[in-house]
């Protein structure tokens, strides 16, 4: 059987999920240099379950302020435009695939904490650098696996066939997809982030999480996400389909300069931080 071409796969999903209309506003107020606080607080505040889930992460010990937060225009002027809109994606994005295949509800879970994990990590990662976007990191770690979840979900009978490919051989699930589809989940998950009109950085971490230096001007970005993917799966958070670790692709690391010592405490903030946030953001089918 020939496997589904790529572009024709995306075309004809017609219930393909589209970004909550409230997350695209937002997304527009964020890039208008005459917007203020108070525009964006007025669209979040029209919706209750947005707004709600602000103010309990900003609240969380995720964040760690020192004195509750109760308005959502106080959470922007501390957080900033980038950051509020970053976490309203974040907590959005993964209801898009709820209530969909029950079969699939424990898989997914388990992709879910391996991406919210991959995002820990890489938020991890570019405090460590003292990288200035850090919750930008955040949401491509969150986002780099997407492309998983529209296979489980549009292409059942390849990702079962995956599935099996990866036990019987043991290999990464690209490699598996390579063999079945002609392509990955990584080009899967950029077509899906381009129909969602995300910024280029992510698109282009999304697809070469797994290739950095394909990045171009992004690659110190892809760079970050995929060695948080690897510390991620190294701390066993999650399931991304597989059980092998990448391998760490030399100019990547060569390019974060990170000292082989730091891993250790990486690891540790790694963990910590994911345990405090997985209270906070759960996956809800």
């Not at 004809?12 to 890039?31: A, C, F, K, Y």
């Not at 066939?161 to 051989?169: E, G």
């Not at 290739?211 to 690897?230: C, K, N, T, Y």
Request: glycine share 4%; with cysteine.
């Amino acid at each position: 059987m020939k496997p589904p071409d790529i572009d024709r796969v995306i075309s004809r999903v017609e219930d393909l999920p589209t970004l909550p209309r409230t997350v695209l506003r937002i997304t527009e107020l964020v890039n208008d240099p005459k917007s203020s606080a108070r525009d964006l607080a007025r669209i979040i505040t029209d919706d209750q379950v947005l707004a709600a889930r602000l103010l309990k992460l900003v609240n969380s010990s995720f964040y760690g302020f020192p004195q509750q937060i109760s308005t959502i225009t106080g959470a922007i002027v501390l957080l900033g435009f980038d950051a509020i809109r970053n976490l309203l994606l974040t907590t959005s994005v993964f209801d898009l695939f709820s209530n969909r295949k029950k079969i699939s509800l424990i898989r997914q879970e388990q992709f879910w904490d391996h991406s919210l994990g991959c995002a820990v990590a890489a938020k991890v990662i570019g405090n460590h650098l003292r990288y200035d976007k850090v919750e930008e990191l955040f949401v491509a770690g969150l986002l780099h696996d997407i492309g998983k979840i529209v296979e489980m979900i549009f292409l059942p009978q390849a990702f079962k066939d995956i599935n099996h490919l990866v036990k019987d051989k043991n290999i990464l699930m690209i490699a598996a997809e390579e063999k079945v589809l002609g392509y990955g989940h990584p080009e899967v998950g950029k077509l899906l982030a381009e129909r969602w009109n995300l910024p280029p950085k992510l698109i282009a971490v999304i697809l070469h999480h797994h290739q950095p230096s394909a990045a171009g001007r992004f690659a110190f970005e892809a760079a970050i996400v995929h060695l948080a993917d690897i510390l991620c799966r190294s701390l066993n958070i999650g399931y991304a389909g597989d059980n092998k670790i990448p391998a760490l692709d030399k100019p990547a690391w060569e390019s974060l300069r990170i000292r082989p010592q730091a891993i250790e405490s990486l690891l540790a903030a790694i963990s910590k931080e994911f345990d405090d946030i997985s209270l906070f953001i759960t996956y809800t089918p």
